[in-house]
């Protein structure tokens, strides 16, 4: 027996635990506390506001903040590989275009019969959560495993048709909706910071989950021995984080609607409101032109990525990175002088830059090149997408907004429908080279007609009301 034992070691003081660790419930010390993590991010949305908000408001804004980052991770397990999935079961260029475009034709179909919803229905986060938030995911799991029951290459890229269109039509479904209630939710005075705030989130899961989808598709399809096994990971993953967010939108408490937006709609409202508003009929000019050129080109990237380029999944997810981490940069640098300027001065900076993305396809000739492309796409659409999306909250007249959104991404829906069909028959015709052009072009024109007619139209009625 040892004469001098040593003394045991001291007892754990649990309030020197609480201090040193002060977000933690010492007394629940191997339990997850979800506190210790909404705390700073509730603390965070708080100093985005210019007046208090009611603790019901933050952790509404809590929950929508949450939303966004896992629909980004959703999307980006699944959005930019759709396309190669078809070509995974042997699609041809204008098959490409086929999927892209049936998948716009029916998201635009779903607009006003989402705008119509909101009105006889009400409960603008009902059709949020059952459409946008629950059927369209559920489509992801159908295109997870209909590959274990059907192996013929032209029905599965039917099937991929078919499936991709109705995931776009019960997304766009819920878009209305969904806008209308953002616009009640956010306080205009912090939607600069807070959206810069929740986009700078949905930027890092881009970052890091697109090229991990795309390393996921490549090493499943090696390990099952088949080109498609990986894309249904991918798919099965996109559906499971895509309930998260779902399940995160169902706590926001939905805010109440405005008298204006409350009102019945009467025959020919809508149309009054725009003859009052007719910048935002040039407004939906501008995107009808802007997204057709877009749209001719942008579902064939990846797709000339791979095919003339000889890039694999992986490298096509590694460059999608690279675009996701100068969008980072951007939202704080785009975010800044939104603040400074206005929403319209930083869409037109970037409006003009962007159209140059496309035309440096024209002259790459490695995967490679498409990072350095990628590096200033990133930063020139993160002002771009961060000032469009408020200016249609400023710009939507406020007794309609439904129906203007509906009326908005209509045109966007519309000319996403024709870009792609154009896109994949000049391609197969002719050349990417040629459709990379037209899209520079056409962007550029787009550009011109915002600045032109606008920005102009909006700051003279603006004038007019002071």
């Known amino acids: 027996m040892n004469p001098n034992p040593e003394p045991p070691p001291p007892a754990r003081d649990p309030l020197i635990q609480r201090r040193v660790n002060a977000m933690v419930d010492a007394r629940r010390p191997q339990r997850w506390n979800w506190y210790a993590i909404v705390r700073p991010l509730d603390h965070r949305i708080a100093t985005h506001a210019d007046e208090p908000q009611t603790p019901e408001k933050i952790r509404s804004l809590r929950y929508f903040w949450l939303d966004g980052l896992f629909a980004a991770i959703s999307e980006n397990f699944y959005l930019g590989f759709v396309t190669l999935f078809a070509l995974a079961y042997g699609a041809s260029k204008g098959q490409v275009g086929l999927v892209t475009a049936a998948g716009n034709l029916l998201g635009a179909l779903s607009l006003f019969p989402g705008a119509r919803l909101v009105e006889k229905w009400g409960q603008r986060k009902s059709v949020v959560v059952w459409s946008g938030g629950g059927i369209s995911r559920i489509v992801l799991l159908l295109m997870a495993l209909f590959p274990f029951l059907l192996d013929q290459p032209v029905l599965g890229v039917l099937l991929i048709v078919v499936l991709n269109g109705l995931r776009a039509f019960t997304a766009n479904l819920s878009n209305p909706a969904w806008t209308s209630m953002v616009a009640d939710l956010v306080p205009r005075a912090m939607r600069g910071r807070y959206f810069s705030s929740r986009n700078v989130a949905m930027g890092v899961a881009a970052l890091v989950v697109a090229p991990l989808a795309g390393r996921v598709i490549g090493m499943g399809n090696d390990w099952a021995n088949s080109p498609v096994f990986g894309y249904q990971i991918v798919f099965f993953l996109a559906f499971a984080f895509g309930m998260v967010s779902t399940f995160a939108f169902q706590r926001i408490a939905e805010p109440q609607m405005t008298e204006e937006e409350a009102r019945p709609h009467q025959r020919g409202d809508l149309r009054r409101a725009l003859r009052q508003h007719p910048e935002f009929i040039w407004l939906v ?177 603006v004038r007019r009301s002071l």
Do not use: C
């Open 285 to 461: 000019i501008s995107a009808l032109v802007w997204n057709t050129s877009l749209q001719v080109a942008a579902p064939f990237f990846n797709v000339y990525m791979v095919q003339s380029l000889g890039a694999t999944t992986t490298m096509v997810g590694v460059v999608a990175s690279v675009s996701s981490l100068t969008s980072l940069i951007g939202q704080r640098f785009w975010g800044r002088w939104m603040d400074q300027k206005d929403a319209f001065w930083v869409q037109m900076v970037t409006g003009f830059l962007i159209p140059f993305l496309p035309f440096a396809w024209i002259f790459i000739t490695e995967p490679w090149h498409v990072g350095l492309i990628n590096t200033f796409g990133g930063f020139w659409w993160a002002g771009y997408n961060l000032a469009n999306f408020n200016l249609l909250l400023v710009m939507t007249p406020d007794d309609q907004r439904s129906r203007a959104v509906a009326l908005f991404q209509t045109a966007v829906f519309a000319s996403a429908v024709f870009g792609p069909i154009l896109g994949g028959y000049l391609a197969d015709a002719v050349s990417f080279q040629l459709i990379f052009f037209l899209s520079f072009a056409g962007r550029m024109m787009g550009a011109l007609i915002f600045a032109t007619f606008v920005v102009r139209l909006y700051r003279r009625n």
